[in-house]
């Protein structure tokens, strides 16, 4: 550990939380906690201004979510050493927080053991994840100036459902059909080769071509969906079941979505399985209603993920959205995931 002051900014909403990471902090010399913030647009102000040495970042933060905070943070603040402290042991959460420049991953229930030895291995440039979580190489597409390797730990089989536990809720942005199906395909065959299980509420040429695709991946769809494993709704029908007078019911979305998921999961092999959700359904409500009733559905997805071991991908046609990736948009649909691929 470095003999001079280390400034350290604690980025963390829940309360209790967030005076155990001070409390650890203060109890080593070196470590001097300047500022303390509850959300990610703060967290974005604070280390612009104060430059800090170190930053502890959670994920499931109010307004902007730590991923997206940590990535604009690197660029504000480019000297600032980010360690994400958060309960989410999703890989991809994981790997999507260390590719966009964080060197270590300490999970909440680990950081008694964990968070000081994790402090000092950032501080030196080194990287450091929890056991508890299992991540696989991300060298290929990280951001600039991050550190060259990242070590692979034994998997754990997924905890019992915990409130605080956020899946992965992201979206991908496209151009034509190809650049969505080639995402897509990863995201269902990696569930279905897992043995879990997952849901597709897509147009039904996004339901053909996904299905022609993971064929060609080897597996035996027609086991699968025999198996209950694999689950394919029209997006249109679907709306159907929770959109009234052109209104979005949040009771209807969230038991509607609710019944499919717990229907998946418990088709799915394993101890702990989880389930893998695809949907279109915003983009058409995008065309239908507009941005606010879109956010309201993405904001429902993440309720979503905190009731249930799912992770959500979502699909836009930029196509459907004016001014592309520079509109304001764009920028609002982000804000509700925690990750974005575009073209």
Known sequence: ??????????????AAFRVFLVSTMQSRAQLQVICEVADGS?????????????????????????IEAGRQIRKLSPNSKILFVSENRYS??????????ALGY?????????????????????????????VHPVNEGRDEDTADRVSEKKARPLPPHNAEIVGPHRVVFYSDDRQLLDRLSRFIADAL???????????????????????????????????GRYIALDAADALSQFVVNGMLDSVRFLESYGNLIL???????????????????????WRRGGLEIVIQDETLGNQLIKRFDVAILCGYSLSNIDGGLDSEAFQRICAEHSGVYRP
């Open 1 to 14: 550990m470095p003999a001079s002051s280390i400034r350290v900014l604690v980025v963390e909403d829940y």
């Open 42 to 66: 703060q967290a974005v102000q604070k280390a612009r201004e104060l430059q800090p040495d170190l930053i502890l970042l959670d994920i499931g933060l109010p307004g902007l979510n730590g």
């Open 92 to 101: 991809e959460v994981v790997e999507e927080a260390l590719r966009i420049g």
């Open 106 to 134: 300490v999970v909440k229930s680990d950081a008694a053991r964990d968070l000081l030895p994790a402090v000092e291995a950032v501080l030196e440039g080194k990287e450091f994840v929890s056991a508890s979580v299992s």
């Open 193 to 227: 080769n897992d043995g879990n299980a997952a849901i597709v509420i897509a147009t039904e040429s996004h339901r053909d071509g996904l299905v022609r695709r993971l064929q060609a991946y080897g597996l035996e769809m027609g086991a699968v969906i025999e198996q």
């Open 263 to 285: 229907k998946a999961a418990n088709a799915a092999k394993g101890e702990h399985p989880r389930v893998a959700l695809f949907g279109e359904a915003a983009d058409l409500l």
